[in-house]
Each structure stands twice: as C-alpha cells, then as structure tokens.
Nanobody, 125 residues
C-alpha cells in the first residue's frame, strides 16, 4: 500500500523559514512526478511547486523565488524510498495554509495520484 506522510509544519514568524518533508513508502514501481499543494481557509487548493522525474520544476507565482522543491531517493536510489522536500523562505502570513504532498505513482497494478494527509503551516505577522 502506497503512503505519503508529510512532516515539518508548524508556527513561525513572518520572514522565517520552514522545510516540509514528504516520505513515500510502499511497493512502488515509478514516481513520475511529485508536487506540493496548499489550501488556505475559504480558498481552493492551489499548486505550490511541482517536480517531474526528469528534474523539471514548476512554481506558483506567489512562491517563485522563495520556495524550492527537491527530491531525495535515498541510498538505493529507488523510487520506493523517496522523500520530497519543500524549502520555504521569507514566509508571510499569506503562506498560512494546510500543505499537501501529491505524487503520480505507478505500482505493479496501476498508476494513480496519491495525496498525503496534510500538514499545517501558520505564519504570524
């Protein structure tokens, strides 16, 4: 069973930094892409950052230049031991939201999108 587990959220002051982690586990054949989304109260979920298996990145306009997405496949280099990170710098109150990890994963049986449970980031001004 594939699982995505986020960690690293919390309460920080405006201008500070935070790093989120998303650990992927399970019997995975391939991870085609990974991304971070966020959802603030009363707003729709939006893309924060995306990373393809080829290393291409994409960022939401409001976080470009402040956030960085990266991926670590662990010592064995296999996709079933992957962690994706979101380094967030110069945070503002507008970054307050629940952050969700997302991954496009192929197993032996199917290819589908998976979501983590979310981690709360709160930035006080």
């Amino acid at each position: 069973q594939v699982q995505l587990e986020e960690s690293g959220g919390g309460l920080v002051q405006a201008g500070e930094s935070l790093r989120l982690s998303c650990a992927v586990s399970g019997s995975i054949f391939r991870i085609s892409a990974m991304a971070w989304y966020r959802q603030a109260p009363g707003k729709e979920r939006e893309l924060v950052a995306g990373l393809t298996s080829g290393g291409n990145t994409d960022y939401g306009a409001s976080v470009k230049g402040r956030f960085t997405i990266s991926r670590d496949d662990g010592d064995d280099g296999d996709d079933d031991n992957t962690t994706v990170y979101l380094e967030m710098n110069n945070l503002s109150s507008e970054d307050t939201a629940v952050y969700y990890c997302n991954a496009d994963i192929s197993t032996s049986y199917h290819r589908r999108n998976y979501w983590g449970q979310g981690t709360q980031v709160t930035v006080s001004s």
